[in-house]
């Protein structure tokens, strides 16, 4: 980071006079584990060349030098701030035009948005611009899209935690295993998602898909321990081996 950038331009004492109401959020990380953990459920990606994302769905970055930093402390003092601050003073319509913007990228993950590649300050200078405008969103943009299907990752959460709950499945190991991917288009991918049921004491493991995850839900709460526990599936019923 360079030292503060002491801009006297409208946009930056205007900034000063009156933050708007994001200005002291953090920049969230992309690369945290809490946002990782649920990319391992993306079942779509899309990657559009050029595309429009509104500024008030930005809230981080992949670039570890600006995440943990305000807004606002961004766009007093990041190292090419000055530069692209003077830049919007004097070609205001750049980022209000719909021309492609070289450089300024974005990772959606449903709904949130995340900087990536070499825009960084720049996406900062167009939330502090246009947040209150008519039209907030800044065009022209790169966006790989990112598509996560939440009802898998909250009934993968659900089954984890009934098997870790009941001490007779302390055996049983339940995790995500692998993507799929399949390219359905030239600018589209799709996953399948596998995981694996581990039984530690009989050593073996089982391939699970997300049709069958119900399956598994339904038996694990309706097991008692002085029963014996049947099925068609091969997979549960090694559960108890």
């Not at 167009?126 to 899209?145: C, M, P, Q, W, Y």
């Not at 692998?178 to 039984?199: C, G, M, P, V």
Request: proline share 2%; hydrophobic share 30%.
């Amino acid at each position: 980071m360079s030292h503060e950038a002491h801009l006297e331009t409208e946009l930056y004492k205007k900034v000063l006079a009156y933050p708007p109401v994001f200005s002291n959020e953090i920049i969230e990380n992309y690369n945290h584990s809490s946002v990782q953990d649920d990319m391992r459920f993306v079942v779509k990606k899309e990657i559009i060349p050029s595309g429009s994302i509104n500024v008030n769905t930005i809230v981080g970055s992949d670039n570890e030098e600006y995440t943990g930093l305000s807004w606002k402390e961004l766009l007093v003092s990041g190292e090419k701030m000055r530069e692209h601050i003077l830049q919007a003073e004097s070609n205001p319509e750049y980022y209000h035009n719909k021309n492609i913007k070289e450089g300024i990228a974005f990772i959606t993950v449903d709904d949130k948005n995340y900087t990536t590649g070499t825009g960084n300050n720049r996406s900062c200078i167009a939330k502090f611009l246009l947040f209150n405008a008519e039209d907030s969103h800044i065009h022209g943009v790169r966006i790989t899209k990112y598509s996560i299907d939440n009802s898998i990752l909250e009934q993968y959460k659900t089954i984890k935690h009934l098997f870790s709950a009941k001490p007779y499945f302390k055996h049983i190991t339940f995790k995500f295993k692998e993507t799929i991917e399949r390219q359905s288009s030239a600018l589209t991918y799709e996953y399948d998602l596998k995981f694996t049921l581990h039984n530690t004491r009989a050593d073996k493991e089982y391939t699970v898909l997300f049709d069958e995850f119900s399956k598994i839900e339904e038996a694990v709460k309706s097991y008692k321990w002085t029963s014996k526990f049947y099925t068609n599936n091969n997979y549960l019923e090694a559960i108890l081996e």
